[in-house]
């Protein structure tokens, strides 16, 4: 190595903990971040003065000495001089990573790929222009939707082998994550004998140096097969290559790999030639390897040069962002972590920037259209029904309200979604804000997703608004034909003051006298499209969405960026915590006595099941023989009901009501009483297989009982015993907050499964990444506001502009930007 290169190495190992100081800095809002052993401020003061073995020239050292001064004195400065300071230290360590020809980028981009670059090929043009990519291969990649040269640099790679910390067997520590190649020795793959869905998988491997056992888990039916079982037996045949990349546990047998990534090696490829590097793993089909697709992909990288970026170089310098191409070329062949890291940064960045101008420019739309104000018919609705509410409202139901009736005073439309916790209170609220409306003598709608809370918020109305002289119908997919024409002609005369109802109310024949209010009961069940229809049978309707189901911030952002958020954050008084506790299945027959111990007080009981009947595919309780058992062996002396959503309207509604009149002490159902039921004297909820829902749905479902002033109970049975389940099912046994339930659920199982990535809307591989991009998503939205508030029309971007029209499915974005 020449002294030169010493030199570069020497402040590249200085520069890059100092930027990735001052990123997190930044990241963080400049709060002076404790680090493992001191204060931002302190480590930046103290590597900024030490600069004696640096050789760094008068202007820098007088720099960096000012900068150093600075943030000894950092605590007394307010966030703009902070966010000042932090900007020009990076501009200066920048600054001096020029003066000396450092090079940030990736070695994929240096001049051998410079040379060898087709001056015929851009981003645009086909594959099968591609040297050496024959008609085969080409049909191959067309199969993964693949046809440009852009299309490949745009297919991610679905994980990394991480070979920069590749050591030897005999060297690997516990508790740490590395990569090894090694040997098969051993292959054996059984059943679980404590978990029926479980399969696991052992491989002894060994090196020059030792041997390490490597676990494997398969959860589900599919992976307990003869033919499963054999086709792994046949890829870990003794003798084969393999790269296991993961975490070393101690157990009380020695040190093993638990659930690495395996990948498969050939000796004759080139596979070895990643050591000290990261190697990509792509999904591809069984006839395209993945050494293959990363020679291709080392073939056309160097036409990331030419990828458009939305992003000029003041704002990348501003929000800590790589460029687009260099976060393109790393997320293919990252030279090492971090450069990894700063590429999904920038990726996951362009999605949610995206994502939010979307939503800003949706909301501009909404808020150009302008209501005429209505002068006031029936006066005093609200004042009326809110003296005649047998309790007091809640601070927090207060402050939701307050800022709902400063929505409804202006000439825009109200877009908010108000998230509560079960029993905190929204019905009031959505009640309310429907009465505001009337009193203009406009119409409102209440819509949710199914027709037992239909009937529950239809019998509250009835009960509230009658006496006020309000008129309410109810319309379902089971409304008689007789009443549902009687209602939808008075609906069109305006005689219907407030119609409740599930997707019924989206068909063409429901039309309106004069809607001004949508208020939409669990609106995560329902798609933008789906809610538009019915905010289109107005003119410039209000829409109040609400959620039972809090959704953490990080998502609300995300999903819903065209809404303003409310929160009712605390429970009415008198409301007493359920008590919840995991149980085995041995556990019940105790449980049953407790039971008939609280049915004797008059008390009433729910007991929850995944399934209606008896399925072959999955080993789960099932409502139907839950029921026959507990009716016909367990509580002979009480009535047990049955309700699950195969019943007809009419059978679902005598069920609940005779549970509701205590007629039914104990009520055996699937998750459709999930919202909608509403009875203070169940004091007791069973759910089974509870492994299997997720935290915020059982939260859901607990929420049926303590909804009265006695003590309540959920028990949480488990069929297996999982420690990693019951771990999971402890954040419910600790906590009866919804919003931190919601977020623990978002880390755990993610917001594919929380939310549903078709529903959602947004890539897989930006969701992967939401839980930890909270401040991200933050410097998005900051981001969008900046920018259409500097250019309303777009006009200075207008890559940007392009960008959203081509990926936008929704007309008012192309008609707002045309």
Known sequence: ?????????LIKDWIRPLQKALTLESENRFTNLLGKKQYFNDYLNKSLSNLNNLKLTNEFIKLFGEFSSKYSEYNDLDIKQRKRLVIDTRKGLLKLGKSINLNYSNKYTDSYYSKNIDSNLSLNSDIGLIKSIGKINKNKLNELGIYCIKDIINYFPRTYLDYTNRVKIINLKPDNLYTCIATVKK??????????????????????????????????????SYSFFSSQKSLYIPGTKLAISGKVKL???????????????????????????????????????????????????????????ILNQKQLNFLSLVSKSDSLINIHLPVNQNALIESKK?????????????????????????????????????????????FQLTKSQEKVLDEIKSDLSDLTPMSRLLQGDVGSGKTIIAIATLLIELEKDQQGALMVPTEVLATQHYKNLIQFLNPLLVSVELLTGNTPQKKRKEILTNLKNGMVDILVGTHALFEDKVVFNSLGMVVIDEQHRFGVTQRNRLLNKGDNTNLLSMTATPIPRTLALSLYGDLDISQITELPPGRVPITTKIISEE??????????????????????????????????????????YLSEEIFLKNKVGLLHGKLNSEEKNNVINSFVNNEVNILVSTT?????????NASIMIIYNSERFGLSQLHQLRGRVGRGSQKSFCYLVTSENNGLENKRLRVLEKSNDGFYIAEKDLELRGPGQLLGYKQSGLPDFVLDNLPNNKVLIEKAREEAQRVLKEDPDLRENILLKDLLIDNSNNKFIHDFLN
Request: charged share 30%; net charge positive; proline share 3%.
């Open 587 to 628: 556990e019940l027959n105790k449980l049953f006595k407790r039971v008939e111990n609280e049915i004797d007080k008059g008390k009433q009981a729910y007991v929850i099941l995944p399934l209606i009947e008896d399925s072959e595919k999955m080993n789960l309780s099932s409502a139907k023989k839950i029921y026959q």
């Open 1 to 9: 190595m020449t002294n030169n290169e010493e030199y570069i190495n």
């Open 346 to 390: 920038r990726l996951v960045f362009d999605e949610l920037f995206l994502l939010q101008m979307k939503f800003l420019l949706r909301k501009r739309k909404n808020n150009k259209k302008l209501t005429i104000q209505k002068s006031i018919k029936k006066n005093f609705l609200l004042k009326d029904f809110l003296n005649k509410v047998p």
């Open 672 to 680: 459709v009483i999930e919202v909608g039921i509403d009875v203070p």
């Open 187 to 224: 292959f054996y793959i059984y059943k679980s004998s404590n978990n029926s869905n479980l399969s696991i998988m052992n491989i002894v491997i060994f090196d020059e140096t030792s041997s390490i056992k490597v676990t494997k888990f398969f959860l589900g039916k599919r992976f307990r």
């Open 251 to 309: 157990s009380e047998y020695g040190k093993n790999f638990v659930d690495p990534q395996i990948e498969i090696l050939n000796t004759n490829e080139e596979s070895f030639n990643f050591s000290g590097k990261i190697m990509p793993l792509y999904s591809l089909s069984e006839s395209f390897s993945n050494l293959s697709f990363i020679r291709l992909i080392k073939r056309v990288i160097i036409y990331s040069k030419q990828y458009p970026d």
